[in-house]
């Protein structure tokens, strides 16, 4: 079993950045893809950024392209997402979740782990 958790939310005015993180305890896989996701309240889970064992191939949601990148580091287990000049509409409980295929995907189905999330606020 993995366990993920994840650490770095909360409230930051529009313009701001924070940095959030989401290690893997545990059960650990080698080669797994590892996604974020968000969602906000009424709303579906929408993909936002995943990237490969390697790091060499990264996705990102054209919504948050630009402003927010995606890293880990394997030797700690965690991946983080950096954001920057943050909106309002960037708003949700953040997710990050483990692909065990190792593929890019940003169907939220097509992952197997996920972590309890953490909350970001954005005020405007």
């Known amino acids: 079993q993995v366990q993920l958790v994840e650490s770095g939310g909360g409230l930051v005015q529009a313009g701001g950045s924070l940095r959030l993180s989401c290690e893997a305890n545990?059960?650990?896989?080698?080669?797994?893809?590892m996604g974020w996701f968000r969602q906000a309240p009424g709303k579906e889970r929408l993909f936002v950024a995943a990237i490969t064992w390697s790091g060499s191939r990264k996705s990102y949601s054209d919504s948050v392209k630009d402003r927010f990148t995606i890293s880990r580091d394997n030797a700690k287990n965690t991946v983080y997402l950096q954001m920057n000049s943050l909106k309002p509409e960037d708003t949700a409980v953040y997710y990050c979740?483990?692909?065990?295929?190792?593929?890019?995907?940003?169907?939220?189905?097509?992952?197997?782990?996920w972590g309890q999330g953490t909350q970001v606020t954005v005020s405007s």
């Open positions: 979740a483990v692909r065990l295929r190792g593929d890019l995907r940003i169907g939220h189905r097509d992952y197997d782990y």
């Open positions: 545990g059960r650990t896989f080698s080669n797994y893809a």
